[in-house]
């Protein structure tokens, strides 16, 4: 925590063990949501739900929706029915869906069993698009207007609505279909004459996605666009809600967490770290080692199957570890700048050709520098014999090459075949690029060395 929160939390801790509700309603006041749901957490079991009365409603609902999902089910667990639903009626819907898909079954059937008949529609109404969806991310509490509203009787209509919406911010022109025909900000209405129509001052050009987009690519349009919302739509341009740009951050962080877990051959968790339990962390990560170990096990075959012209020279053998971790890095180096090329959109199955090519040429560059130098350093620090060094540095320069080129090819591929790219980044292109490392140093050995001793 920072020092600011700690100071929070040293206050609160003293005021509530002296008992000093009303004056801890105060403090509790002039922080932030996010700042009250950190504090609640490190404070004593029994703390957090007496605090989450003292607080103002709106406040209370805020910080509820910033805390962990393991604390907001104990405070669940600890409402009344009319604290529940009074806590719900202060959510936005997408808030609420959270939540629900979040909770074990028995607390979210006591969550539908107190919301109001709309929000038990609405929620009900998200729930039913795919996960990672547009829809499944979006609230339909969003301020429309019609084309032949006057700004005097848009600001009306938003004076009356516009409590209970996400943002007023931006408005949206709709016909009596619901068919998305505009957007309008709340500034232009202000500032217009009170005469004029939506019709005359909306932006038709208007950025969409479809219920089914998938949320990364929501995301990505967000960044592409500067947006604070975008509107979701149906298949025939009706407005069916609002993706918001919190939830967009959200949307990249959870990406962002999930394609360092596949990166790091792990499998991806939703729960913090020192919220999850030990065995949760073996279980996410025993799978992939023991199918890295497998995969491992073709290097040793290669070794044994070469053994005798690995005894050769004493040299080579030392040279096996340095050629297979610089033959990772080149794989992993360039999957990894594919992979992020892919997740921003600036990469395409289509530009497969313009990747190798370049590729290619800072593969021989990287290959001919690390070649040069591991010569050098073999005949003047560890003098070896020239045709051995030779041998090493080849093989060097070849793995330079084949780890770039499988480093950029395997994620584009599996973004074709409809795979998470973050799949094929370091583990698997290590593996990959260690045995053909050892194919090639084992052949070139083979040719050079046994054929100058002939």
């Given at each position: ?86 806590v719900l009626n202060e959510l936005y ?34 729930l039913k698009y795919p996960e990672d ?41 709709i016909d009596q279909h619901r068919t ?275």
């Amino acid at each position: 925590m920072s020092e600011m929160n700690t100071a929070f939390l040293t206050t609160v801790e003293k005021l509530w063990e002296e008992k000093k509700y009303n004056t801890l309603r105060d403090v509790l006041s002039t922080m932030q949501p996010a700042q009250v749901a950190a504090l609640l957490a490190e404070l004593p079991e029994n703390a957090p739900a007496m605090l989450f009365r003292l607080m103002p409603k709106e406040l209370a609902a805020d910080t509820f929706v910033e805390m962990e999902s393991d604390m907001q089910e104990s405070l669940i667990r600890s409402f009344s029915d009319t604290e529940l639903k009074g806590v719900l009626n202060e959510l936005y819907v997408d808030d609420a869906v959270d939540l629900v898909e979040e909770m074990p079954a028995n607390v979210v059937r006591r969550i539908l069993a107190q919301a109001d008949p709309d929000m038990r529609k609405s929620i009900n109404e998200l729930l039913k698009y795919p996960e990672d969806s547009a829809g499944s991310i979006m609230t339909t509490e969003f301020v429309a207007l019609r084309p032949h509203m006057t700004a005097a009787d848009a600001i009306t209509s938003i004076r009356r609505t516009g409590m209970d919406k996400e943002t007023v911010n931006t408005c949206y022109v709709i016909d009596q279909h619901r068919t998305l025909l505009g957007v309008v900000t709340l500034r232009t209405i202000v500032m217009a004459r009170e005469d004029q129509t939506m019709e005359e001052l909306m932006e038709e050009n208007v950025v969409s996605v479809s219920t089914l987009e998938d949320q990364e690519t929501v995301a990505r349009i967000f960044s592409d666009y500067n947006l604070n919302v975008l509107p979701v739509v149906d298949k025939e341009n009706r407005m069916v809600g609002i993706v918001t740009v919190d939830d967009a951050i959200d949307v990249m962080e959870e990406e962002v967490t999930e394609d360092i877990s596949k990166m790091a051959a792990i499998t991806p968790t939703d729960k913090p770290y020192l919220k999850t339990s030990v065995f949760t962390l073996y279980k996410s990560r025993i799978p992939w080692l023991l199918l890295l170990m497998l995969s491992a096990t073709f290097t040793g075959m290669i070794i044994t199957h070469f053994e005798h012209t690995l005894s050769f020279s004493i040299a080579l053998t030392a040279a096996i570890p340095m050629l297979m971790d610089t033959g990772g890095n080149c794989g992993s180096q360039a999957s990894v700048t594919v992979i992020r090329a892919l997740s921003l959109g600036e990469l395409h199955f289509t530009d497969l050709l313009s990747v190798w090519w370049k590729e290619v040429r800072v593969a021989a560059m990287c290959g001919i520098t690390l070649a040069a130098a591991n010569f050098v350093k073999l005949l003047l620090v560890e003098r070896v014999p020239p045709l051995i060094a030779a041998t090493i540095c080849l093989t060097l320069f070849a793995a330079v090459m084949i780890a770039k080129f499988v480093g950029c090819t395997l994620p584009i591929l599996a973004d074709k075949l409809g795979f998470d790219p973050a799949v094929m980044a370091s583990p698997f292109i290590t593996t990959i690029v260690d045995a053909l490392s050892l194919l090639i140093f084992c052949g070139f050995a083979g040719m050079l060395l046994m054929g100058a001793v002939a």
